[in-house]
């Protein structure tokens, strides 16, 4: 046999043997070994451990945990905060580690699919999503999409405003909840610090700074949804609350208006 062909056979083998080696020590750590915990990215888990000792044998220094590259499965996305109750007021943001791929998300319970609404920024706040289910998928081209991720968010209510109690357990004796606070932004809108609503300042026909002017507009379903759309107070997008939004702006330690005068004056 040729000293050439010896060469090619001896570099033959050795590759062989590594391939035997690496498929080798694959099918012990992920089929011989008990798997405690099974987050490739949870440090903490025996596939976590497992599945780094495989890409130092690849030489891989890639920031993704775990094998999802090489099995071509986009990772997972996750949310940022996690989902749950939460007690500050944060938007949502959603990424995934497979650089290069797009999240899609849903927010009404549905599973997203690669039609779905594409995750540009960050979401609402944790109060506009609270109690919804949101779901978020990333694809990439050339790999298969990762697993859904779904979360449900919670918040705690608002305070009512209540003082005095009239039953046990009532809001005039619990006094829990988010404490209501205001900033008035200075062009004529006001933003509600518990929940992130921007509000306009004054009703929709008064003037001036104090709402003084001008006489407050009475307009059908119809009219107030075409005002609304039309309106481009402080550079904004504006539209009509939902009934839930405009259950947070009662505060019955007032009467006569039940809200606060000192930002939303002359309603």
């Given at each position: 046999m040729?000293?050439?062909?010896?060469k090619?056979?001896?570099e033959?083998?050795?590759?062989a043997?590594?391939?035997?080696l690496?498929?080798?020590?694959?099918?012990y750590?992920?089929?011989?070994?008990?798997?405690?915990l099974?987050?490739?990215c949870?440090?903490e888990?025996?596939?976590?451990?497992n599945?780094?000792?495989?890409?130092?044998?690849?030489m891989?220094?890639s920031p993704?945990c775990?094998?999802i590259?090489?099995?071509g499965?986009?990772?997972?996305?996750?949310?940022?905060?996690?989902?749950?109750?939460?007690?500050?007021?944060?938007n949502?943001e959603i990424?995934?580690?497979t650089?290069?791929?797009?999240i899609?998300?849903s927010?009404?319970?549905?599973?997203?699919?690669?039609?779905?609404?594409?995750?540009?920024?960050a979401?609402?706040?944790?109060?506009?999503?609270?109690?919804?289910?949101i779901?978020?998928?990333?694809?990439?081209?050339g790999?298969?999409?990762?697993?859904?991720?779904?979360?449900?968010?919670?918040?705690?209510?608002?305070?009512?405003?209540?003082?005095i109690?009239y039953?046990v357990?009532?809001?005039?004796?619990?006094?829990?909840?988010?404490?209501r606070?205001?900033t008035?932004?200075?062009?004529?809108?006001?933003?509600?610090?518990?929940?992130?609503l921007?509000w306009?300042?004054?009703?929709?026909g008064?003037?001036?700074?104090?709402?003084?002017?001008?006489t407050?507009?009475?307009?059908?379903?119809?009219?107030?949804?075409?005002t609304c759309?039309?309106?481009?107070?402080?550079?904004?997008?504006?539209?009509?609350p939902?009934?839930?939004?405009?259950?947070t702006?009662?505060?019955y330690?007032?009467?006569?208006?039940?809200?606060?005068?000192s930002?939303?004056p002359?309603?």
């Amino acid at each position: 046999m040729k000293l050439e062909q010896m060469k090619f056979l001896r570099e033959y083998l050795k590759k062989a043997s590594n391939l035997f080696l690496f498929f080798g020590i694959f099918f012990y750590l992920f089929n011989c070994q008990d798997q405690k915990l099974n987050s490739p990215c949870d440090p903490e888990s025996e596939a976590y451990r497992n599945t780094n000792i495989i890409k130092h044998i690849l030489m891989d220094d890639s920031p993704f945990c775990g094998l999802i590259p090489y099995l071509g499965i986009v990772a997972t996305p996750r949310f940022n905060p996690s989902s749950g109750n939460k007690t500050t007021l944060s938007n949502i943001e959603i990424s995934t580690t497979t650089p290069g791929a797009t999240i899609h998300f849903s927010t009404d319970g549905t599973n997203p699919t690669s039609n779905s609404t594409i995750y540009s920024s960050a979401l609402e706040n944790i109060w506009s999503l609270a109690g919804k289910t949101i779901k978020a998928i990333a694809v990439r081209s050339g790999m298969t999409s990762s697993e859904v991720l779904t979360g449900i968010f919670s918040y705690l209510p608002l305070k009512t405003g209540q003082q005095i109690s009239y039953a046990v357990g009532d809001d005039g004796e619990s006094q829990t909840g988010v404490s209501r606070s205001y900033t008035d932004n200075g062009d004529g809108t006001v933003k509600d610090n518990a929940t992130g609503l921007i509000w306009q300042k004054c009703s929709v026909g008064q003037t001036g700074s104090d709402c003084s002017g001008g006489t407050i507009n009475s307009n059908d379903w119809d009219t107030a949804i075409s005002t609304c759309s039309g309106l481009s107070l402080a550079g904004k997008t504006w539209r009509l609350p939902t009934r839930q939004e405009l259950e947070t702006l009662p505060d019955y330690s007032k009467d006569n208006p039940a809200i606060d005068v000192s930002y939303f004056p002359n309603t």
